[in-house]
């Protein structure tokens, strides 16, 4: 080859170098087109058809936060990490679980329940800005009406299991999120706004009396000692009209994966938690008492995931197995409350007349107020047993009833070894720790 | 334009001139042609000197063209379109010492020129390959690991790529897979850097892009499988390990980690040559396991003293507090009882056959391998009565011997040439691989947790905690992989000067993936792993996934001598890169009798996943080498990445390196005992890309119940990510220095090198604070980490006498690993692994105490331990020295060779989490039940165990340090002439190895210092929970060439 072929080789070389360089983009972009079928951009739930999708994800995520989701690491429901906390259940997994036995850490498995929180919370309120945005052809206020009952109910259940403080988020900003620090006080009020607006804003009774029950219920966590009467009565009057057989039930499904009941999952089927018995000396003899309303089978032990031999939980027995939120029965239940706090001899009868529906033989009152309240908190307790309700009732009786936590909560050994601690909340998780909007709670008081 | 882009087109236009021809070739200046177009040919032999026997595999070249050859089986080679006049060719193998050789060529004439070379220890004149071609050592200015696979495979119990390199190279930590035949290992060059991505180095395999990928949808619980498995070593000629971003800036981003460049063996000219070999083996888990004890009382009202009557576990904290009083002890070993042990030896049997051989038309290598081993697991003989009277049939074979590899590759390479200054390299392999695990990992009812946690008693399940060891057994784990990788290698050479490439291929990997249990059979008791009562404790898991990589480079590389002493290499390329993983998981629970797939489940689901990736770069690099012995490098490579923000643009990658050879110049002092000093530093950068949808913000599509419309289960929208439009790669930038040293005649090599690696721009997924609402993280570059240390290798040829020679090799370093920042993001405190800035990397953490019997009974309680008011760093999990140390014994002028390797791993600290199944959650182990334990010990367990002292497993924590006896080989050679007379073939030789021999001293008290379940691509941390230890494994192996 000459010497004029060799340069121009090389210049050709050159301005191809150089003609590559600056069309890269002409060269790269189609070299770089991935596809990504996996996820679905912002832009495409901009729609009414969208906003119908952020609605039917904003109640399965209530149900996640209610009632949890299937076993690895998706969240706990609240009603299992509050009976943990609470008398309901014991740990059986391997090691020690620090909610159990009261001695919460910040990274204390499972932090995934106070994410649910916000998840939960987040997607309530995208659902609701989305059909004021996108309302569908008709519903779309019943729709939203639900939306707030949830919220409400959200609001309510958190504030009973969380401490007081807790980061949420203010409903702004989608991609650059930060959140308003709001007391227990705080989540009560708003919740009894959220209640409010779903009762005004629906005619559908399954709705309405959903909400009716949960404002009662976040009245009657707002009393303090010396307005529990009045605060009593305002809730007993609330929900004086629903019916005792009413349920609202939050479902799961089984085709879904990480949609299913956790206490199914963990307890029925792992056995990583366990019903128990008069748990650390204060607990309610759930086993013992053979009472159908806690659905457990002591002729059926086995050993738990860590050994522990414990009996058969059948209080959940499928995967999609609802929970419920609200009922009747916690109408009636209030009702006693309020006349017990008013001094109307009548709560008895209230309790009995429930115990009759399924046949329980009527209760004698006990011979002191102290031991009343114990029936009534015992009652609330069995009935309700694992639906997220039990933690803010032994909150109550200590901040409403002035009872000491150590004579309400599990207290002394823990049959893992060691001793109970003190803790009688929950704190959110260590993630939260990187909001700059947060500095911790403000107390962690009952 | 933007600034890079001129930068790079400065760059080529800089190195363009040094293209250009030199005067004086122009002979006559009226003359149309010039000497450059006057070539004739250079044939001759390369022998050893010292036996003159003709050495295969030499690499000859012309110096300042880039014209060269091979030589060939008889040591014979031929060079083509040499130019004209007088020339000097570089002769150079391993093993030998560098030569050159003048030779005068004639204008269509040839020329024979034959080249004795000395042999010696030494490695600067060794090829290796790099991102723009093969290059000599001496010419980088950065130390490159290399390991012969060849010559390893022949005598050394190899059963994949990963103990190939184990404890071999200096600054290579292989961390050892979990006990199961088939498992993988991890690799980390030169520490940890990456927070949230994979650790892994870039595995390139004859200039494709190779993945190493974990198995996507891996459904064997418990084993890390990935996918550098399924290569086979025999096919390796050899293993160069590029350490660091000061020589990997060429590879991009992805080679942050550094780079294992694999190249499979090649045909040479010559007659057809046969190998074969055949191995039997055995694998063996001979470590001892410990009993389980129970200690039982009779619990004690501590208010009225009170004994009941029921026997209970009363362990000696409880005793000692007055809950209960001691009266027996019972204890149980189910890893050795008759009923439950669940280990046997396993054999083993592979075999293989390659013929490589060619002529001037093509050159080709052929080869085929089977391999067929099982694991040392199996079901005890009681067991398998047990199942067959409640089944009415025996378990089948694959559940009393749950672990078995069955894997079988074929690989053909093609060499020839397409025209006079053209050749074509084609390569093609395929595996197909069948391997089978058993049930374990950390799941509940899997087979370490069972027997890890039983009690001390022989219970309903005869001593495991609640499954029957058969039934363990029969849960099912499989995966079937066939793997395609086809590589294709186009050289010309145009004009003498100018070298052309152009590289593809292809990575395409089928797997399937199941776990399943049938009715009526596998774990029972809880929801194992997946279905449950009401689904017949039957169902199948599956993942399918085809992966398919593609690579494509296009190289151009100028050579031209620009003085008499200045020689001048300029490479120019570009490379795409895509990936893409297309999976479909299904899962089927509540099978009917006889029924095995997910079409006969009672309940049914299905998800999909897609991931791609593409990555498009090119890079330009300039050498100017001055007399053979100073080597100068600069090099760019930029990179796009359809991973990164929209508003991230390409990201350059400068490296630079200097190699000096000072000991050849005229004024370095010469010593008898010192042969050769270089000296080499480097500097680059290399990059690490996010995750496919790291930047994109996005919704993700679920099916949720719906709350008012019963039983239907509706399509829904959740936000999963925020995105970050911002997000660019991490990139690590290293500086390397160091020294070579040939002493004592070469038969003593010493290289020392120093480096200090730094990551920027870490990629971290910031946990998001949950009240957002919006996903659990968001990527973001934040972190900067810094990994700094020494390397060390020595090889030395000790004795060199006729009856008998010893070779060693010596390969050690320290690594120190830190975090240096995190930015705003306060990160998680979780006991055990933890990152904290100022320390290492997924170091472990947790809360200090103090401890006093304090009423002398010889038995620790919570009040008698006193709890430090904040936590403490315990010790790094990743080792801070390595080291291996090989020694080869030659007898009877190499007739029987006898090889060993010890592998030491040092400063590094275990969770120890079996200690703490048994001695926190179980209570089963002998501190917590026998009286006279330790008091440390029992101090340690009573922290971990109590609510009050945090749970604390401060002393749980243990030292990881070892040392083990990692191979033993001694192959015997059947001298030549008996192999021609009586066996008709070329060479014969018997080997008996050993792997895995012995743990000849360790500080960790649990089962194996290596059993690490921790080990991924992507986490860190360091816990032998749910892990086997690693197989020992004992071949007999015979080679035999013809």
Redesign the interface.
Known sequence: ???RT??G??AF??MA??A???A?DR??DP????????????D??ASAA?AQ???????????RFIGGDR?GSSPLGLNLIGGLLADELIST????E?VD???V???TFP?NS??????????I??AIKAIETFPPATGGKDQLA?LHALEGMLLTVTAETYCNG????DGES??D?Q?KTLSTAELYTAAIAQFDLAIGGTTVANTISMATIGKARAVMNQATPTTRATSFASAATLVAGIPTSYRFN??????????GNAIY?WAN???NFSAVDKEGGNGLDYISSADPRVKVDPTKV??G???TRTAQLNQYT?L?APVTVASGIESRLIAAESQLANGDATWIVTLNNARATIGLAPLTPAATPAGQVDQLFRERGFWMYLTAHRLGDMRRLVRQYGRDAETVYPTG??F??????TDVVLP?????????N?TGCTDKKA | MPSFKRGLLALVLIGTPTMLPAAPFARDASSRRTAATFTGTVRGRVVDRATNQGIVGVQVSVVGTTVGAQTDNSGAFVIRGVPAGAQTLRVSRLGYRLTTAPVSVADGGEVTANVSLEPAVARLDEVVTTATGSVSRREIGNVVASVNADSVTKVSPITNVNELLQARTSGVQVLQGQGVIGSSSSIRIRGVSSLSLSNEPLIVVDGVRFSNDPEPGNLSAGVRINRLSSLNPEEIANVDIIKGPSAAALYGTAAANGVVIIKTKRGRMGGARWNAFGELGLSQLPNKYPANFRSWGRNRNVTTGVIAPAAVQCRLAASAAGQCVIDSLSSINPWTSEFTRPFANGPSNSGGVQVSGGTEAVKYFVSVNRDNEVGPYKMPAFEIDRLTTLRGQAPRQEQIRPNQLRNTSVRGSFSFPIASTANLDISTGYTDRDLRTPFDGTFFAGLSTQLFTAPGFKNATNGTAREFVGDIYSVQQRLQLQRAFGSVNANWTPIPWLALTAEGGIDNANSNNSQYQFPGEGTRVGLAWGPDASQNFSGIDIARTNSLNYTSTLRAAGTRQLTSTLNSVTTTGAQWFRSGQYQLFGEGYGLGVGATTLTAAQQRLATTNTVENSTFGYFVQEQLSWRDRLYATVSARTDLNSAFGRSVGNTVYPAANLSYVISEEGFFPKYAWLDRVRLRTSYGQAGLQPGATAALAFLQPLTYPSLTTSGAELPGLTLQSLGNQELKPEITTEFEGGVDLGLFKNRLNVEITGFNKASRDQIFNRPLPPSFGAGNTQTVNIAKVVNAGVELQLDGSIVESSPFTWGVRFNGSRIKNKLVDIGTVTLATPQGARNVVGYPLFGLWDRPYTFADANADGIIVASEITLAAADSFRGPTLPEYEAGFSNTFGFFRGLINVNTLIDYRGKYWNSYGIGVSRCVTAGNCPTVNVPGSSLESQAAAVAASSGTLRNTRWGIFQPNDFIKLREISVSANVPERYVGRYLRGRTAQIVFSGRNLATLWTKYPGIDPEANRSVSNLAGGNDDLGTPPAIRTFNVRLNFGF
């Open positions: 080859m000459n010497i060799q340069v080789a090389l070389t050159a170098a150089g590559g360089l600056t890269c060269i790269t070299l770089l087109d991935v596809d990504t079928p996996d996820i679905v951009t912002l495409k739930a969208g999708s952020l609605f039917i994800a904003a109640q399965g995520d209530f149900a076993a997994r391997s090691g020690t620090h036995n009261r001695s850490l910040p990274a932090s106070w994410t649910q929180v916000g998840v939960s919370y987040a997607r309120l995208r639900l807790i980061p949420l988020w989608d991609t999120p959140t939050v479902v799961f499904g089984t085709s879904t994966s990480g949609l999952d089927a792992t056995k086995s050993a995931q860590d050994g499928s999609d050994s823990y893992k070894g060691g001793a109970y601690g959110p998780a260590q993630e939260e720790m990187n909001n700059p947060w």
